[in-house]
């Protein structure tokens, strides 16, 4: 695996994507770029305060609109756990990089989330977290070039997995 290569990892809100996406990215010598900074930057609000302001399908075109716009360059890009919902970013990472899903179960999700509950999901208030992980998950799965599983390991261990998983997938 080199660092010329573009990575792009998605999975559920509390998979670590931003977590192992930094360590990755710093192992690899390549930048790190998080779409959910970026959406924060251009908005100049945190991912809940524009759920608040707005509503979930306002974060998700603002998603979509970052994703398509940005540059794609060499790197570790850490998406919105939303980003499975459009089919044209999907297509663009696709293409563009190697697609890891960092699959996490619904227990180590809900833990997760439970020690940052202003993360900001993008989804309707009438869902549970039970039907938005039932709903995304086929769609990671869709996608993914590459799928680790998250529930155990410390993040530097979860790169190693990561790290040997590409290289399998590069040959």
């Not at 924060?40 to 998700?60: S, W």
């Amino acid at each position: 695996m080199s660092s010329e290569q573009v990575i792009s990892l998605i999975g559920f809100p509390g998979s670590g994507k931003s977590t192992l996406g930094v360590l990755l990215a710093k192992r690899l010598g390549t930048d790190f770029v998080d779409t959910d900074i970026l959406i924060q930057n251009q908005e100049k609000a945190t991912l809940a305060e524009i759920i608040e302001r707005r509503d979930h399908v306002y974060l998700r075109q603002l998603e979509e609109q970052v994703l398509l716009e940005m540059p794609i360059h060499s790197s570790v890009i850490s998406t919105g756990g939303s980003v499975v919902y459009s089919s044209k970013v999907m297509a663009r990472l696709a293409s563009a990089s190697t697609v890891v899903y960092l699959s996490a179960s619904l227990d180590t999700v809900e833990f997760r989330i439970s020690l940052a509950p202003d993360r900001g999901i993008a989804s309707s208030k009438e869902q549970s977290l039970t039907d938005i992980y039932r709903e995304r998950v086929p769609l990671y799965e869709r996608w993914a070039n590459v799928t680790i599983s998250v529930d155990n390991g410390t993040p530097e261990a979860l790169v190693d997995q990561l790290i040997n998983a590409l290289d399998t997938a590069s040959r």
